[in-house]
């Protein structure tokens, strides 16, 4: 399995410009997120999803949009990249647990640095 | 509104020695905690975690405490290792969102000395 993994590894955007960050996993995983790390703040939840065509949002949704046409992919989409989006995107998933109240490990994938001058 | 603060940003501990990291939360709805560490340039890695249901829980050199009364929990490391100097993230998770998402500390970048 390749695990959970995103491209492009590093980006430099222009303000104004759009792109996607492309996220995919081979573990048949139902939940995926979406998170930015800043300094000083941790991760921070954009969006997520619980399952294919179903997605919701996080924390700090403003500036991204997302969809879930497939169980195993999950891209971000920045529509007018901004500065203060220059960031560390970390795409995520785990499995929908089986019962309540658990809790099934999420696994991370390696990251994007994205950079908007 | 950070419902989930590590108030060190940084700790720095000799090999062989404990190591201890803190988490407080103030969202009482959160019922699922959860320790991940982080090598530079790489993503998180899930370490630990623990329910609310309990006050302990152990797996090798590490242990989470959470004591609920204070809506605090910590990750005790012994012994500490080299190997073990990363960032450390404490996360949460509420009984509203059926675990689908988590809330996220500052993190604490742990260095272990020779």
């Known amino acids: 399995n390749a695990g959970v993994t995103q491209t492009p590894k590093f980006q430099v955007l222009k303000t104004g410009q759009s792109m996607t960050l492309q996220c995919a996993q081979d573990?048949?995983?139902?939940?995926m997120s979406w998170y930015r790390q800043d300094p000083g703040m941790g991760l921070r939840l954009i969006h997520y999803?619980?399952?294919?065509?179903?997605?919701d949002q996080g924390e700090v949704p403003n500036g991204y949009n997302v969809s879930r046409s497939t169980t195993e992919d999950f891209p971000l989409r920045l529509l007018s990249a901004a500065p203060s989006q220059t960031s560390v995107y970390f795409c995520?998933?785990?499995?929908?647990?089986?019962?309540?109240?658990?809790?099934?490990?999420?696994?991370f994938g390696p990251g994007t640095r994205l950079t908007v001058l | 509104d950070q419902q989930v603060k590590q108030n060190s940003p940084s700790l720095s501990v000799q090999e062989g020695r404990i190591s201890i990291l803190n988490c407080d939360y103030t969202?009482?709805?959160?019922?699922?905690f959860l320790w991940y560490k982080k090598y530079p340039a790489e993503g998180p890695t899930f370490l630990i975690s623990?329910?609310?249901?309990?006050d302990k829980n152990e797996d090798g050199r590490f242990t989470v405490f959470l004591n609920k009364s204070a809506k605090h929990l910590s990750l005790h490391i012994v012994p500490s290792q080299p190997g073990d100097s990363a960032v450390y993230f404490c996360?949460?998770?509420?009984?509203?969102?059926?675990?689908?998402?988590?809330?996220f500390g500052e993190g604490t970048q742990l260095t272990v000395n020779p």
């Open positions: 995520a998933s785990r499995r929908r647990p089986d019962q309540p109240r658990v809790h099934n490990e999420q696994f």
């Open positions: 573990m048949n995983h139902e939940y």
């Open positions: 999803s619980v399952g294919a065509g179903i997605t």
């Open positions: 969202n009482s709805m959160f019922d699922y």
């Open positions: 623990i329910s609310s249901i309990k």
């Open positions: 996360a949460a998770s509420a009984r509203e969102t059926s675990g689908s998402r988590l809330t």
